[in-house]
């Protein structure tokens, strides 16, 4: 009892990274319609460069955990935003109004660019920074096993249940929301009113980037290593929470998140460890073939 | 943002150099925490180490680049206007005739070509595994092409398939003993079983769900290669897998008793080159034969049913056509080549491991397709001997290849989202063009 | 077909009761409508009404909330069309049709289209594809004839001298023609056309009256017709369907039709009258 406790919160805090980088994967498939591949790696560089911040703020004597942890976020969000506006200027936007298949593709391939940018530039080998916030709270002391969630899982928790509500509040108040949700919806049309769509989107993916970014940090935070490998399982996984929760569905995407984060967890713990990726591949393809329009969204009315 | 300048006329000096230095400035937030910044590992901690030279090279490139390409872009519109103000233009069907022409010549050559090449390389190891490799990467292509080039099915995956072909002929050769030639068919049969069993409950999907499924579909396969020790050793691999021999001849130094080998047999001294050519020209082969077959294919039912799917599939169904077998036989089909791909890969390497089947794999795999022109053969053996040999040629680009790989992908689909050749020849004509069809014509 | 065949049509199509539901939207209503045999149907009404969705129904390509869809095929006798998946309707009961947004194969030729469209009968001659691997005569002698039937038809529809052109190129007039004529590839009993005169000028729409009165008077081949062009409607339609809100709301010859008030209402609205269906109306019926 104790033990699936544990593995509860271990599930819940890695379904709300998923959710936060599914988020992104979400946003930009409603409104352009195109899985974007490369989203993973950009969660990928943020962790690189929140390693580096880190490093830097380390050399710096910095001792202050929440200035560190603020400015960490900040430098993070800044520049993977600027890697996520600079990606789709590039990889997708020429390719608008182009076949389906090709801004897909043109997405692998950025993918696998920024992949090996980082491999070249950063070195192959796996980054270890020293743990930023240790300890945390027993929450159930057994005999057998003591129930605890760290600082850091509280962090993560915490962090993603506030920007899930700024999110919301910023998708379904602020002009920009509308402008966003016009164009999911009808791109012509938006622009015909008056929306600058090429815009929208850019500002789409950048705040797709920013939470990633955050997920970046946290995993940083979380884990203490990071690769640049990273990018690719972590990116399918959030894709796949994305698609179980409903593509286009932003609460979709949180609770495919914590779903899988969930999942995963337990059957690591209960089943094979090993066969934890084969898990989340399963679910895909399940949810894809019994309900492809995920739990929470809208299914799709073919047109003919 | 507004300083961006995207014009439609050619710019002034003043506008490029705005332009380029926008995206050098671009360019160097992005510099900044990758190429600025590295840590590095200091006995055991990180510590931060600047490269703000190398920095100020990047943008320095990226600004000239930037300014370099603009001014190409702008030339290339001049001249392009020019050209159609000085009017007649070739037709479109025209050029694409002649396009079609010089390809047909060029497949001859490279045909001519491929035959020759042990000959004249007969001792040179290096060329002739390189070119061995391209074959495979052909093979595979043309394998891929079937899903999705003609189909438009868009398959991650494919390397699960390959990966299938080579760990069957892997185990039926060391648990069970067969040779080349029985594991061949039975291993292309159980890629296509695969493919199949794969393709059933997916093949409602549309075409960017169907993309990530079997991407993990691939990597499902991957992953129980990797841990199911006992079926297929893990991480280890399979090692000492037989060789293909030459009708019953071995490639060995000597035969044991009762038999002969390759050397042997034709009175030649032995030499380990034997070998390798024979496994060139059987893999070439091997490519042929999926040529001829493909193409056959193409021009059958089946195969301008494959086209129509790939262009729409819901007048296909209004059609009365049965799209899920058209795209299951379009999977089992592109699956059992990519298995007989497999099986000769993994005669040839004598070693298999989980390592050869990644992501990448299918990623290049796809590539290769793509950019040679989806659907177009001779595009594949282009896209293919390129991928293969720019690296090859900048053995000091080896670490680069995958990054410039990468680039690739995204600049020819920026630049032609239809691939190198584009072109596509119809299957069937009711006018034969040429000097037959203009023939024809006078007679009447 | 003889004078009192015509006179006494036979139930081809039954649409008995159909209703269509979205969600919350009714599409089709409680429709009930019956399609005779070797004659022209015409199904008009306001966008919106639900003939589209009709279509689908009727085609397999969405499936019927409630009621029931009969065809009383001439050779495989009585037909559930509701029951079938939309390949097996165009192959099995041979009820075929084209779409509002012209849905051709733009990359393959003219000549590549209409083949395709004999799909079945080339695969059932290629024996699992080995027969035209090894290029048998069967095989070869089937695709021949199917390019002879494809050159029939493109003769017949002018579109001979385009056949080696890549479909998707053409201009709009001719791809419609092109789907028609694709579709009549299919040899269907029933021909269900969304709306073929859309886009087509004066001369064009003319040349497509006289083609749908030659395949119904000379082939015998019932033809199902949405249209707004009521010089097409009005013209060549031996019986007319009329659909609002999903519901039928009058039925009969076109003269009937026309002069029915609520048909006259439902173009029209109940007081204001600067719909431009109202001269559509009008003038159709000054040509007819």
């Avoid at chain 1, 993070?76 to 506006?85: D, H, L, P, V």
Wanted: hydrophobic share 50%; proline share 4%; net charge neutral.
């Amino acid at each position: 009892m104790a033990y699936a406790l544990q593995q509860l919160i271990n599930g819940l805090t890695l379904g709300a990274m998923y959710g936060l980088i599914a988020i992104g994967y979400t946003m930009v498939y409603g409104i352009i319609g195109m899985i974007n591949f490369a989203h993973g790696d950009i969660f990928m560089v943020s962790a690189f460069i929140a390693v580096t911040a880190f490093t830097l703020l380390a050399a710096a004597d910095v001792t202050s955990i929440p200035l560190a942890l603020s400015f960490v976020l900040i430098v993070a969000i800044f520049f993977t935003s600027a890697y996520g506006w600079a990606v789709e200027r590039t990889a997708y936007r020429p390719l608008r109004g182009s076949t389906r298949l090709a801004p897909l593709i043109s997405a692998i391939g950025m993918s696998i660019f920024l992949q090996n940018t980082v491999q070249l530039t950063q070195g192959a080998r796996v980054k270890p920074i020293p743990p930023v916030l240790e300890g945390g709270l027993v929450l159930w002391d057994t005999p057998a096993f003591a129930v605890q969630i760290s600082w850091s899982q509280m962090l993560i928790i915490v962090t993603t249940v506030t920007l899930m509500v700024a999110f919301t509040w910023m998708i379904t108040q602020t002009p920009f929301g509308r402008q966003q949700r016009s164009c999911e919806q009808d791109r012509t049309m938006a622009a015909l009113l008056g929306v600058n769509v090429d815009r929208t989107i850019s500002l789409t993916f950048m705040l797709g980037a920013a939470l990633a970014a955050v997920a970046g940090v946290m995993v940083t935070v979380y884990y203490g290593v990071v690769d640049f490998f990273i990018g690719f399982l972590v990116g399918i996984k959030a894709f796949t929470a994305a698609v179980l929760g409903g593509i286009g569905s932003l609460p979709g995407a949180m609770l495919g998140g914590l779903l899988i984060g969930l999942i995963e967890s337990f059957w690591a713990a209960y089943l094979w460890a090993e066969y934890k990726d084969v898990a989340t591949f399963g679910i895909l393809c399940l949810v894809l073939m019994l309900r492809p329009s995920g739990l929470l969204g809208r299914p799709e009315v073919e047109k003919v | 943002m507004s300083t961006v300048v995207f014009a439609r006329h050619a710019m002034t000096a003043a506008e490029r150099l705005r332009d380029a230095g926008w995206v050098a400035f671009v360019g160097f937030i992005l510099g900044v925490p990758l190429i600025g910044l590295t840590t590095v590992d200091v006995g055991g901690r990180l510590a931060v180490n600047t490269r703000f030279g190398l920095l100020a090279a990047t943008v320095a490139a990226v600004f000239a680049g930037r300014l370099l390409l603009r001014w190409g872009l702008d030339q290339a519109r001049e001249r392009k206007q020019a050209r159609s103000a000085a009017g007649a233009p070739a037709s479109a069907d025209e050029r694409a005739q002649g396009a079609q022409k010089v390809v047909t010549v060029l497949g001859w050559i490279a045909l001519g070509a491929a035959v020759a090449l042990p000959i004249f390389y007969s001792d040179n190891r290096y060329v002739v595994d390189t070119a061995t490799t391209v074959l495979i990467y052909v093979m595979l292509g043309w394998g891929l092409n079937v899903v999705v080039g003609l189909a438009g099915l868009l398959d991650l995956g494919y390397v699960a398939f390959y990966a299938v072909g080579a760990y069957s002929y892997a185990l039926l050769s060391t648990q069970y003993g067969w040779s080349f030639w029985e594991a061949l068919p039975v291993s292309g049969a159980l890629a296509a079983g695969f493919g199949i069993l794969l393709g059933y409950p997916i093949l409602r999907l549309r075409g960017d769900y169907l993309a990530i499924v079997t991407l993990g579909f691939g990597e499902i396969i991957r992953v129980i290669l990797v841990n199911w020790t006992e079926f297929s050793g893990g991480p280890n691999g399979i090692s000492s897998i037989p060789r293909p021999s030459f009708f019953g001849l071995d490639f060995a130094r000597s035969a044991p008793e009762g038999e002969q080998t390759f050397a042997g047999f034709f009175g030649l001294d032995f030499s380990p080159m034997h070998r390798l050519i024979f496994l060139y020209y059987l893999i070439l082969v091997l490519a042929l034969l999926t040529h001829a077959f493909v193409s056959r294919l193409r021009k059958l039912p089946v195969g301008r049913a494959w086209e129509a799917l790939r262009e729409d599939e819901i007048a296909c169904r209004a059609m009365g056509m049965n799209t899920t077998n058209i795209k299951l036989s379009a999977f089992a089909i592109g699956a059992m080549l990519g298995g007989f791909a497999g099986v000769f890969f993994a005669a040839r390497q004598g070693f298999i491991s989980p390592e050869s089947f990644t992501f990448a794999e299918s990623a290049i795999i796809l590539a290769i397709v793509v950019l040679g022109g989806m659907g177009s053969q001779m595009g594949v053996v282009l896209a293919a001997t390129l991928l293969v040999l720019i690296p090859e040629f900048g053995r000091n680009f080896a670490e680069y290849r995958m990054l410039l790989f990468g680039a690739a992908m995204v600049l020819i689909m920026i630049w032609k989202p239809g691939g190198l050749l584009s072109h596509r020849e119809p299957t069937v004509r009711l006018n034969p063009l040429g000097r037959a069809g203009a023939a024809r014509e006078a007679a009447r | 077909m003889n004078a009192a065949a015509l006179n006494t049509p036979a139930t081809l199509l039954s649409v008995q009761k159909l209703t269509m539901r979205f969600g919350g939207l009714v599409a089709i209503d409680d429709l009930s409508l019956d399609v005779p045999a070797a004659s022209i149907t015409g199904i008009i009404g306001p966008n919106g009404a639900g003939k589209t969705t009709l279509f689908n129904c009727l085609t397999g390509f969405y499936k019927p909330t409630t009621g029931s869809l009969r065809l009383a095929h001439p050779q495989h006798g009585e037909m559930r069309l509701e029951a079938l998946p939309s390949h097996r309707v165009a192959r099995d009961a041979q009820v075929v049709r084209t779409f509002q947004n012209i849905r051709l194969f733009p990359k393959m030729t003219v000549l590549e289209n209409l083949i395709v469209a004999q799909h079945n009968v080339l695969q059932r001659a290629s024996k699992f594809s080995i027969a035209g691997l090894l290029g048998l005569p069967g095989y070869r002698q089937a695709e021949q004839e199917a390019i002879e039937r494809a050159a029939t038809w493109l003769k017949r529809l002018r579109l001979e001298h385009l056949a080696d052109h890549a479909a998707g190129a053409l201009p709009y007039g001719i791809q419609r023609r092109i789907e028609i004529a694709r579709a009549l590839c299919v040899d269907p009993v029933l021909l269900c056309l969304d709306e073929p005169a859309a886009g087509l000028n004066p001369r064009e729409s003319a040349e497509l009256n006289a083609l749908l009165l030659y395949l119904c008077r000379e082939l015998g081949i019932a033809i199902l017709l949405i249209e707004h062009d009521m010089s097409v409607v009005m013209n060549v339609s031996d019986h007319i369907g009329v659909i609002s809100y999903g519901r039928k709301i009058a039925e009969g010859t076109p003269e009937q039709v026309r002069n029915d008030p609520e048909v006259v209402k439902a173009y029209l609205g109940e007081d204001d009258d600067e719909d431009a269906q109202d001269t559509a109306v009008t003038t159709g019926g000054a040509t007819a």
